[in-house]
Nanobody, 120 residues
Framework: HVQLVESGGATVQTGGSLRLSCAFSGNTRNTHCMAWFRQAPGKEREGVAAIVSGHNTAYATGVNGRATISRDSATVYLEMNSLKPEDTATYYC?????????????????WGQGTQVTVS
């Protein structure tokens, strides 16, 4: 099993920046792909960014250029800048047994509890 714990959610002003962190632990040997998803009130959960390693990443069209995903041995990060009110959502960290970066929710095996980001 894999445990994922998100942190860093906050209320920020339009145009601001923030950095989310997701600490992962447990049996992570086969979970090569890590990602951030988000779910706004009344909307379906959507992929934001995914990473396998280094520059092997994928980004949703709506955040491309404003988001950067990175990782080390125990944490995956999501940095976002030029935040907009439409970025308001609960952000979830996820892990998948995939060796390519994917933004398809069904491919993910493990999920964190989420962290709230509000842009006002």
């Amino acid at each position: 099993h894999v445990q994922l714990v998100e942190s860093g959610g906050a209320t920020v002003q339009t145009g601001g920046s923030l950095r989310l962190s997701c600490a992962f632990s447990g049996n992570t040997r086969n979970t090569h792909c890590m990602a951030w998803f988000r779910q706004a009130p009344g909307k379906e959960r959507e992929g934001v960014a995914a990473i396998v390693s280094g520059h092997n990443t994928a980004y949703a069209t709506g955040v491309n250029g404003r988001a950067t995903i990175s990782r080390d041995s125990a944490t995956v990060y999501l940095e976002m800048n030029s935040l907009k009110p439409e970025d308001t959502a609960t952000y979830y960290c996820a892990a998948a047994r995939r060796q390519y970066p994917t933004l398809f929710e069904y491919e993910y095996n493990y999920w964190g509890q989420g962290t709230q980001v509000t842009v006002s």
